[in-house]
Structure formats: C-alpha cells, structure tokens
C-alpha cells in the first residue's frame, strides 16, 4: 500500500493538506508546513518531526478495503498540546455524512445528512460519549464508498468533516 499516493496530496495548502495540524506551547504546526526538519515516508507509516515533538500515523491494511489509521504524538520535552488534529483528505464528490446522538435513555439516534458546508460533532462535559457517539461515516453519494472515522476517546473529542475549495 502506497500510503503517499493513496491518502495525501502532494501540494500543500494549509487546512486541507498535511497529515495533522497541532496547537499548543511550541505554536502552531501543520503536517506540511516548512518547519518540519523532518519527514520520513515508509511503505505503511507517514512520520515528521521538529524540535518539539514528533508524530507518526500508521495505516493497516485490515483487508477487504478496511484500513486502520495510528496516531502516535511524542513530546521532546515538557509541553502544553492544546489540539492534536488528525486529517484526511478526500477527493471531490458529492458526499453524505452519518453522526449518532447519545444521552441517556436514547443512546444510537443517527441519521445520514448531506455534506452542504460542514458537520461537527463532539461530546459534553467530561462523559466521552455525553451528547454524541465518537464516530461519524462519510459516503460518497456517487460510488457509494464509505469512510469510518471511530475514536476511542478518554478526553474531549470533537471529529469534523467540511468541504473546502483547493486552490488550483
């Protein structure tokens, strides 16, 4: 699995490329921007590091076209991470999206909506799945392909999914 060619686009534009973004103590990186001192792409793992910290994702190919994305983030040194943002980038299509409310009672209300703008979807208070489920599905309306996203949370969490215009 040729992870570079599958899940990146090789020309960066902040906020739609790059395979995270991170904000706290050290300021503010995104995954392609030129602070990185280094990147290193293998067959299965995608790693950048800088003098604050490094991060690494790690796809598994789980077969029967189910892959599984690792996120490991490593501090250098003692440091405040204040957003720690995961990214896809999929290509252009006509997409819907899956989200599921959760609270007591009325646990899995999901429902399909279109992706016009942007959908948002996190929890509240200190409950990991207080008010939403941390998950969310995309579909591409066209081929019907569906893309999971499913954290397994012990903080705050929110998974956002929004259409952007790259520049071309």
């Not at 001192?37 to 003098?51: G, M, T």
């Not at 009672?105 to 909506?113: D, I, R």
């Not at 996203?149 to 929004?162: I, T, Y």
Request: hydrophobic share 35%; net charge negative; proline share 2%.
């Amino acid at each position: 699995m040729n992870i570079k060619k599958l899940y990146f686009k090789e020309k960066s534009y902040t906020g739609i490329s790059g395979f995270f973004s991170a904000y706290g103590s050290f300021g503010v990186v995104d995954g392609i921007d030129s602070d990185i001192e280094k990147i290193e792409i293998k067959e299965n793992d995608l790693c950048f590091e800088n003098e604050s910290f490094s991060t690494c994702c790690r796809f598994t190919d789980l077969s029967e076209g189910v892959v599984m994305r690792e996120d490991t983030f490593r501090a250098k040194e003692d440091l405040t991470l204040n957003r720690y943002t995961s990214r896809f980038c999929l290509d252009g299509g006509d997409y819907e999206v899956y989200t599921q409310f959760s609270c007591w009672g009325n646990e899995s209300l999901g429902k399909w909506q279109d992706l016009v703008t942007g959908v948002e979807v996190s929890n509240l208070g200190i409950r990991t799945t207080e008010e939403a489920t941390p998950m969310l599905a995309v579909r591409n309306k066209g081929n019907g392909k569906i893309f999971v996203l499913h954290l397994m949370p012990n903080a705050h969490w929110k998974l956002r999914v929004s259409r952007k215009r790259v520049p071309t």
